[in-house]
């Protein structure tokens, strides 16, 4: 490593393994008065940098005995050492060569039918004190996550400015109220029931205050993303620029009051668009479909990458080849996998769910299968 390869190092990180996570992330930031960079994954966290003094830790959870190493990020790691990724100083510690920024890795999507009950749901403490609950597990082989999250107790939430690496995510608030900030997206704002934002990539955001039994449905990808704190940015910024493209979208505040609903694509419904079909370039489409009339039972199939239903009032009867009838209700939710044919029946007259798809215009074809049983058919 020479003068000129070492002007490629843009920051250094020290990783030190912990049994228990909690109790060593609390005695570097109350104790030592380490801040918090950045925590991952936000469901479960197992990874946490601090920073302080002019040093960089990563805490990670499990390996406890290993030995330590020292990570250098560097915007060229090839040029430090000849192409090594690794070396070891002379007491065993080990030097490694990162990219400071390296790009997002998406798994591939392994196609799923999960249905989820709310009913006897676990629930887990995430990021913030909020409780999780993992709605597609086994993640589609580490490409998607949804999460279905909640505050039971308002006031101001414990925040602070951050963003995410992430190809997709968006947030729909189930029940309650929030008062959220964006970068660039003018004055702090309320986002009520049924209301729904696109969180495009690296956009700056904070969670400030909440109502009583707040919830939200969280769908990002891949599954397994870092969360970056941002110490520079104070929120609301200044510069008000609603037309800003992150990484290839554009940030999107849905408002259920200000929605129209037009015919679904399934007979006896019909649909709000939340407009990040256009706000993605047609990455993903989002849209909250209700009864609207007499539902026909038709058997469908797709052929999307990805597609995810949240029941959000009402109840319904899953019926799908292959597998028995589930009889869904408000919480529950469902991955349909690309090429099974289904279909919605018994659907109350008050059934509302939330359906997320990637790609936006994914194709919906109509089955001749029967799927119902022989002593109750179709309607």
């Not at 990570?71 to 490694?96: F, K, M, Q």
């Not at 970068?183 to 696109?198: H, K, R, T, W, Y």
């Not at 015919?263 to 209700?290: H, K, N, Q, S, W």
Request: proline share 7%; hydrophobic share 40%; aromatic share 8%.
């Amino acid at each position: 490593m020479n003068a000129e390869s070492t002007q490629q190092v843009q920051a250094a990180q020290v990783i030190l393994p912990c049994a228990e996570l909690d109790p060593t992330l609390e005695f570097f930031t109350n104790r030592l008065g380490f801040r918090i960079d950045a925590i991952y994954p936000a469901d479960s966290p197992s990874t946490v940098v601090v920073s302080g003094y002019g040093l960089r830790v990563q805490l990670q959870r499990g390996g406890a005995g290993e030995p330590g190493s020292i990570r250098l990020l560097c915007s060229d790691p090839a040029s430090i050492a000849d192409g090594a990724t690794e070396l070891t100083a002379p007491n065993g510690t080990r030097i490694e060569l990162v990219d400071v920024d390296p790009p997002l890795v998406v798994p591939p999507v392994e196609q799923s039918f999960i249905v989820t009950k709310h009913e006897g749901a676990e629930w887990g403490v995430g990021r913030a004190g909020m409780r999780y609950r993992d709605l597609i597990p086994g993640r589609l082989g580490g490409s998607f996550i949804a999460s279905h999250i909640q505050i039971p107790e308002g006031g101001p939430v414990p925040d602070y400015v951050h963003f995410h690496k992430i190809r997709f995510q968006m947030i729909y608030n189930y029940k309650g109220w929030v008062r959220l900030a964006y970068e660039n997206q003018g004055p702090e704002f309320i986002m009520s029931a049924g209301d729904c934002v696109l969180q495009p990539p690296r956009i700056r955001h904070r969670v400030l205050q909440c109502s009583d039994g707040f919830e939200v449905v969280e769908i990002g990808c891949p599954a397994e993303h870092e969360t970056f704190a941002e110490h520079e940015m104070t929120l609301p910024t200044d510069v008000v620029d609603r037309e800003r493209d992150f990484g290839g979208q554009r940030f999107i505040r849905h408002k259920a009051a200000e929605a129209t609903w037009h015919p679904f694509r399934l007979d006896g419904f019909e649909y709000r668009d939340i407009g990040i079909a256009e706000a993605t370039d047609g990455l993903a489409g989002v849209r909250v479909a209700r009864v609207s009339g007499t539902p026909t039972a038709k058997s469908v199939q797709h052929d999307a990458e990805f597609l995810f239903l949240f029941v959000l009032e009402g109840t319904l009867t899953l019926r799908s080849e292959g597998h028995e009838d589930h009889h869904l209700e408000a919480r529950d939710s469902v991955v349909l996998p690309a090429g099974m044919p289904y279909a919605f029946d018994d659907c109350s007259t008050g059934l509302e769910f939330l359906e997320v798809a990637l790609p936006a215009s994914f194709a919906m074809n109509h089955s001749s299968l029967d799927l119902s049983p022989p002593t109750q058919p179709f309607l």
